[in-house]
């Protein structure tokens, strides 16, 4: 029977026949897909989920093959060139490394993807879901972003629905962008569910609140400054929302006929100083502020003193009398 290669064919060194026995299942797939793409050894979350193991396997395997001489490490001059030039780097070096861009990340052709889908159940569920929250049917380009962000990412299946989804709702569909938005969640360490939800959660919360302030304050479509948007964080952090930004947007108009961000917000930052939390706790404290400026003067003493504050005035000034007197009777 003869035999031959189909087109795309991987080599190996001749030393993998001497290891292989000692090699496992995943420590194998790890090899081949090395083989088929070397720069993989830099990106082992994205090696481990192509081989369908841990990234703590895919250092084990490499270790392995290392050891057997199949792979070779840099050579002692290549370590001491790059450090030479981060030397010469000013710039300090982020504590968390951040992911490389667009343009590293896994590329398929039609086929490729085809077979893919074919072959992970997962990510064929993950795409049509994604079309679905969409709303469109996607490209291969567009497929590609989504198996990347997966492969490549590390981002869970439900993650990236949940951003989807999330994106859709303000009105952002566009792949590339999403990529981009995901990129930014990882490097914040956004990776799993639950904190993707609460960040999606306190963006949506934001997002809704900077619409209601645009209208209220008259912004129309002009881009809220960077001290605006600290001022819009700080509302979101006090548990404020658009009602009772209103309520200080009210007292600021009534007060300076103008409506001013930074002078509501000095009313939130002073009602969340004094620890009114809920719309009820703010309405019964702008009563109590209102009640206390239109109360009459007490004028039956003479005076705009409150009557318990005359009577402790003069209750001190009986006493310091007495002891005056008590003083100059000994003398």
Known sequence: MKLKFGEDVLVL????????????????????????????????????????????????????????????KPTAAEPEK??????????????????????????????ELADLLEKRQS????????????????????????????????????????????????????LRAIEKYAYSLVDDGITDSRALEERMRRLEERHTLEGEVRTMFGLSSRALTAKEKKMLDAWISYGYGAEIVRRAYEITVSATNTPSIPYANAILSRWNEEGYRTEAEIDAHIAEEEA??????????????DTEDFLDAALQRSNALLKEYEKNRKD
């Open 13 to 72: 060194p001749a030393r993998v026949l001497a290891c292989c026995d000692k090699a496992d299942a995943a420590e194998l797939r790890v090899l081949l897909w090395l083989a088929s793409d070397l720069s993989l050894a830099e990106k082992p979350l994205q090696l481990a989920r192509l081989a369908g193991c841990s990234e703590k396997a895919v250092n084990a395997a490499i270790s392995l093959w290392v050891k057997g001489k199949v792979l070779t």
């Open 82 to 111: 790059r450090e030479e030039t981060a030397q010469r780097d000013e710039t300090p070096a982020p504590a968390r490394p951040l992911l490389q861009r667009a343009d590293t990340l896994p590329v398929y052709t039609t086929a």
């Open 123 to 174: 990510v064929r569920l993950l795409i049509d879901e994604a079309q679905q929250i969409i709303g469109k049917m996607f490209n291969t380009a567009e497929v590609n972003i989504l198996v990347g962000m997966v492969d490549y990412l590390g981002m869970e299946e439900d993650c990236i629905l949940l951003l989807l989804a999330h994106c859709k709702r303000i009105g952002k569909t566009n």
């Open 292 to 305: 206390r400026k239109n109360a009459p003067a007490d004028t039956t003493l003479g005076n705009s003193f």
